[in-house]
């Protein structure tokens, strides 16, 4: 799987849009990106997922360029409850189409949410 | 998330004792998975299984070994603990086929080996 790398940390205001970027330039065709994060030791969340088009769900959006070596997570209004490590990580898919299930957990991002 | 279960959350132990932690899900899947995280550091793949018949070794697998006793339920075993498996340790879950890694982790087993 291609390897991610991220910022170590960040901060953002709360209600401002926190924009957590992820550089994954050895990226393979059949290479996803996800977006995890953990809270204070908790078990991690699943937050978004895509391949090549934008996509946003009821936590985030994600936007991956054109050429799919880089990407951004977007949370619209981050809450103090959002300060967290995110994961950016990439994962493949067989020729099958089905995922290979193993996920690569790099260090993340801090990000802090500041009243 | 509740349907993914581990126990125990907390275990202190002793240099050299087996020590085995369970998993136990009511989601459904096929898939299960046991992660090791250091402090400060993002998660370690140890062992997974895509089927009660289907175990794989992960990253880290040495000092450790599983078994699958139902499609629910996953266990975990350090045959002999030492203190450098002092980590926290998480089970997660999912379905199987498509096109999405979508793991579903439990809270999380705090261990320590004295």
């Known amino acids: 799987d291609a390897k991610t790398t991220q910022p170590t940390s960040m901060d953002c205001a709360e209600g401002r849009a926190a924009n957590l970027p992820c550089n994954h330039s050895t990226i393979s065709g059949n290479e996803y990106v996800y977006w995890y994060r953990q809270i204070h030791s908790q078990g991690p969340q699943y937050i978004i997922h895509g391949l090549k088009n934008n996509e946003t769900n009821e936590m985030a959006s994600l936007i991956i360029t054109e050429d799919r070596k880089s990407s951004t997570l977007i949370l619209p209004h981050a809450t103090l409850r959002d300060t967290a490590v995110y994961y950016c990580?990439?994962?493949?898919?067989?020729?099958?189409?089905?995922?290979?299930?193993?996920?690569?957990f790099g260090q993340g991002t801090i990000l802090t949410v500041h009243p | 998330d509740a349907d993914v279960t581990q126990t125990p959350r907390n275990r202190i132990t002793k240099t050299g004792k087996r020590i085995m932690l369970e998993c136990s899900q009511t989601k459904g899947h096929d898939r299960m998975y046991w992660y090791r995280q250091d402090p400060g550091l993002g998660l370690q793949l140890i062992y997974y299984?895509?089927?009660?018949?289907?175990?794989n070794k992960g990253e880290i697998s040495d000092g450790y070994s599983v078994s699958r006793q139902a499609q629910a339920k996953f266990s975990l075993s350090l045959e002999s603990a030492i203190p450098n498996q002092t980590a926290l340790y998480f089970c997660?879950?999912?379905?199987?086929?498509?096109?999405?890694?979508?793991?579903?982790f439990g809270p999380g087993t705090r261990l320590t080996v004295l």
């Open positions: 997660a879950t999912s379905d199987v086929g498509g096109n999405t890694d979508t793991q579903y």
């Open positions: 299984s895509f089927d009660v018949k289907d175990i």
């Open positions: 990580i990439v994962s493949a898919i067989n020729a099958g189409g089905t995922s290979y299930g193993k996920l690569t």
